[in-house]
């Protein structure tokens, strides 16, 4: 099946997926959260024909365009990247995968770019009433895709709905319902759009409060505070809550993703949480160094975390590696034992039927399908390959988490201090909300890390290895593409970051 | 209901569905034909104005139909998707970087501050128009013209060309049907706006560009017509699936099927009529006749490449690795499960033109764009 792995493509395909993504999400969380803000700040208006609601609302809509923009430019990618760059993935799993990818498209990409035109050139061309409809399909268009492609990410940390078929050498599905209503997948949409919410709520925030500490725009300035609290406390308090169960299905689903989130190398009955660690980086799994050079630690927290009870076992990675007979945990090694045998249980198939010789075909067969659901071990090279780099989602998920908790307590001065009229006396925490944006995009991207990082060396989950999902390209040829779009992509955001600094400046009474 | 369906008339369908949807992106590619009118039709900054607002508003309908095309190959011939993309990378790679380019160049392009100034967007504007869709139709030329792969028994592509996708550029037929599609592509642009805007002088210049247009896009048109009756084509034996090449394939294809002869007929005479019409009558309505007909017309073309057992993604290097509608499709479940979501595609196509109506009733005016800061 692997003629040559050429691990330099691999990463450099990775590399590019995680560029492209990591640009796209400086973007869409902020389209997914302002189409919202948008349509609250137009129904005010409609309602109360205030007319300093509409100039608002067109401020805030043009800093949605500019942002639109750039989203789409960095989404088409993605999408055909995975075609591109990850070829026998597409065959693999296209069956599967490939279908919430056009729902998307059908159901969510053409309510979005058919209304958008409408709330932004339909002002004098349709009714207010119509126009709002517009404004309110926007919003539930871009989120209604953001539902389809986590459907598809969430299917890929935790396949189901599915079987393999060796003739074909694919997963086909069997049940969409399945895929859909996926708590995994649940939990990972809900999570990352309410996230998305809050990332936006502290873009108005940002701005609303350089405004106020300019002296500016003071009206405009604090109703756009009093919306966007309101929505970012309800979404941060939401983020947390889903935050909460997401953690609790990677213990069930992806136990090696939330080990490396804890650094957790031996597990233990119960276990604590560690709150805050310096890392030992040589620590390596199956040595006997201690993974912390200083910690704090929560007793008892995690395994409450993970399992929801308090005197639980959460596996460590080596438990995950080597195996733990008294806690009943098939170790790597003797799963890639078992992916091994599927692996050429597979081949002797495919060879058998193509000299047509139907017994030692079965045979075959029926050792494939004794180990299927170990295939993607069969890849591996070594146990160590199956755990991510823990340093990076140790560190990153902490980064969210703090950052995280950190937005429900400004959320909740903020809101506090507009209803006192005190907010424009505080400079200082103006000015602690005029960076808050930029810290809602490093914990926007800390939490993409610890997903995808996390789920390494998986393009699906235990069952096709990144260094197999690849397409069969030299890396010369994705290194080159890599730095195309590094340029380009960076291009563009030097370009959005001006365009977009000019109109702020500029404010709302430029219209 | 369409459980019941058997696998080879899902097939069938969802080469319809696909292929349909690959044809109303060709019509809406009028944007950027626009797009190219804008530096090559010597226009005044007022018209320019006008042009780049009304395909502003409409860019986004095109670049959506590109999106939800790769988005209905994948579930539907997931093959497909792998094959070509993975296969055929320089091809779509710089296919998808004109995209990209254009996302952002209606938006920022007259903004303040916009750090690669409005000569770079309109620039950007204009390879996507141009090369973009150009590379487009060499792509689909490849449809017929075949390329260059193997599958291994796992179904995974090795390119054996080392341009990897763009040695299609490289055939006289597979320019040929670019450049026609790119001069279609300038003739629906004309038509489109002459429609959409109010405007005297432009409009009559809008309205000679689209016959000049076609004039140019003729040619090309004519010679992938002549080569494509001429030449062998991919044939699938429907018994045991295997692949051989069948002197004047498409010609039998176009014999064989007479309702898609008739299609392609009718579609060509609606794009000529609509030309027609809007150069030598005051009627600036032609814009509907040519999508339609363009809409036809690509239909027809889609079909010879796919249907009547033939192989519509052959390999020149193994005939047996090429591609069919059968060899290439999802699973019966899958296209079972996207056949019921394709039943949104009235209900999407039907707000479409809504917001289409509401929105176009009234011409575009270079009053009403100066009146709005916002504009393009």
């Known amino acids: 099946m692997i003629e040559q792995i050429d691990l330099t493509m691999v990463n450099w395909a990775r590399a590019t997926f995680a560029l492209t993504a990591m640009y796209h999400w400086i973007f869409v969380p902020l389209t997914l959260g302002l189409s919202f803000i948008c349509a609250f700040f137009e129904s005010i208006y409609v309602k109360t024909g205030d007319e300093q609601w509409k100039k608002l609302t067109r401020f805030w809509m043009t800093l949605f365009g500019i942002n639109f923009a750039i989203g789409v430019a960095t989404g088409i990618i993605l999408e055909f990247e995975f075609g591109t760059n990850w070829s026998n993935y597409s065959w693999m799993v296209g069956d599967i995968f490939g279908a919430p990818l056009a729902i998307e498209g059908i159901a969510a990409f053409f309510l979005e770019a058919t209304f958008f035109a409408v709330m932004f050139f339909g002002w004098n061309r349709v009714s207010k009433k119509t126009h709002l409809f517009a404004t309110w399909m926007v919003a539930v268009g871009s989120n209604l895709s953001a539902v389809w492609i986590l459907i598809a990410n969430g299917w890929m940390q935790h396949p189901v709905g599915m079987t393999f078929n060796p003739d074909l050498a694919r997963f086909e599905m069997t049940d969409f319902w399945a895929l859909v209503s996926s708590p995994v997948a649940i939990s990972h949409f809900v999570h990352v759009t309410s996230s998305a919410f809050l990332y936006a709520s502290l873009f108005v925030v940002a701005i609303s409060s350089w405004y106020l500490l300019k002296k500016r725009h003071l009206l405009f300035a604090k109703r756009s505070l009093t919306v966007a609290c309101t929505f970012g406390l309800l979404s941060s308090l939401f983020v947390a809550y889903t935050g909460d169960e997401h953690a609790f299905h990677a213990a069930v689903v992806q136990p090696m993703k939330l080990a490396a989130m804890e650094a957790l190398y031996d597990g233990e009955a119960p276990t604590g949480l560690v709150a805050m660690g310096l890392l030992n980086f040589s620590k390596k799994p199956g040595d006997d160094q201690d993974p912390f050079i200083f910690k704090v630690k929560i007793p008892m927290a995690l395994s409450l975390l993970a399992n929801r009870e308090i005197y639980s076992f959460v596996p460590g990675i080596n438990d995950l590696v080597f195996g733990n007979i008294e806690q009943n945990i098939m170790g790597v090694e003797e799963k890639m034992v078992r992916g091994k045998l599927a692996v050429a249980g597979l081949g002797d198939y495919k060879a058998a039927q193509n000299v047509g010789d139907q017994l030692a075909a079965s045979k075959a067969l029926t050792l494939f399908e004794k180990n299927s659901d170990y295939l993607g071990y069969g890849y591996l090279d070594s146990a160590e390959q199956a755990v991510p780099y823990v340093p990076l989602i140790f560190y990153s998920f902490r980064v969210m988490v703090s950052l995280g908790t950190f937005f429900i307590l400004l959320f909740l001065v903020y809101l506090y201090l507009l209803r006192k009229d005190q907010l424009e006396k505080q400079p200082l925490l103006l000015k602690l909300g005029a960076i808050s944006f930029f810290l809602g995009l490093v914990a926007q991207e800390a939490g993409w890390i610890v997903t995808e990082v996390g789920r390494q060396p998986w393009a699906i989950q235990d069952l096709l290895p990144v260094t197999i999902a690849r397409s069969n390209l030299d890396s010369g040829t994705v290194a080159v593409t890599f730095f195309m779009f590094l340029i380009l992509f960076t291009a563009l955001l030097i370009a959005e970051l001006k365009i977009m600094t000019k109109q702020i400046s500029i404010g709302p009474e430029g219209d | ?376």
Request: glycine content about 8%.
């Open chain 2, 1 to 376: 209901m369409f459980g019941s369906l058997d696998l080879s008339t899902l097939q069938q369908l969802w080469w319809f569905i696909v292929t349909l949807v690959g044809s109303l992106f060709v019509f809406l590619t009028f944007v950027q034909g626009g797009q190219t009118l804008l530096s090559t039709l010597s226009l005044t900054e007022d018209e320019k104005i006008l042009v780049v607002n009304s395909l502003g508003r409409k860019w986004e309908l095109t670049f959506t139909t590109l999106v939800l095309f790769g988005g209905a190959l994948f579930a539907a011939f997931p093959l497909f998707y792998a094959t070509s993309f993975g296969g055929a990378y320089w091809v779509w790679i710089l296919i998808l970087f004109t995209f990209i380019i254009q996302a952002v160049s209606y938006e920022y392009r007259r903004k303040p501050d916009n750090f690669l100034g409005k000569g770079v967007y309109d620039a950007f504007l204009f390879i996507n128009g141009s090369v973009g869709i150009l590379l487009i139709g060499a792509a689909i030329g490849t449809f017929f013209t075949g390329s260059n792969f193997t599958l291994n028994d796992y179904n995974f592509v090795q390119w054996t060309h080392p341009l990897r996708g763009l040695e299609a550029a490289f055939s006289f037929f597979n320019l040929s049907l670019g450049l026609f599609l790119v001069f279609l592509a300038r003739t629906l642009g004309a038509l489109y706006l002459a429609n959409n805007l109010e405007h005297e002088s432009l409009v009559v210049k809008l309205k000679n560009s689209s016959f000049n247009n076609l004039l140019c896009a003729l040619p090309f048109l004519l010679y992938v017509l002549i080569t494509l009756v001429l030449m062998d084509g991919y044939a699938v034996n429907p018994v045991d699936g295997t692949v051989v090449t069948e002197a004047n394939k498409y010609l039998h294809n176009l014999l064989q099927m007479p309702l898609n002869l008739i299609l392609l007929l009718v579609g060509l005479v609606l794009v000529v009529l609509g030309v027609v019409l809007n150069r030598f009558t005051a009627s600036v309505r032609g814009i509907w006749p040519a999508g339609l007909g363009t809409v036809l017309t690509c239909l027809a073309i889609f079909f010879l490449a796919g249907y009547n057992n033939t192989a519509f993604y052959p390999s020149k290097a193994d005939l047996n690795s090429s591609l069919t509608i059968f060899n290439a499709s999802s699973s019966h479940y899958t296209l079972t499960v996207m056949t019921y979501v394709a039943l949104l595609v009235p209900v999407v196509l039907g707000y479409i033109i809504w917001v289409w109506k509401q929105m176009d009733s009234k011409k575009l005016t270079l009053e009403e764009l100066n009146a709005d800061k916002k504009s393009y």
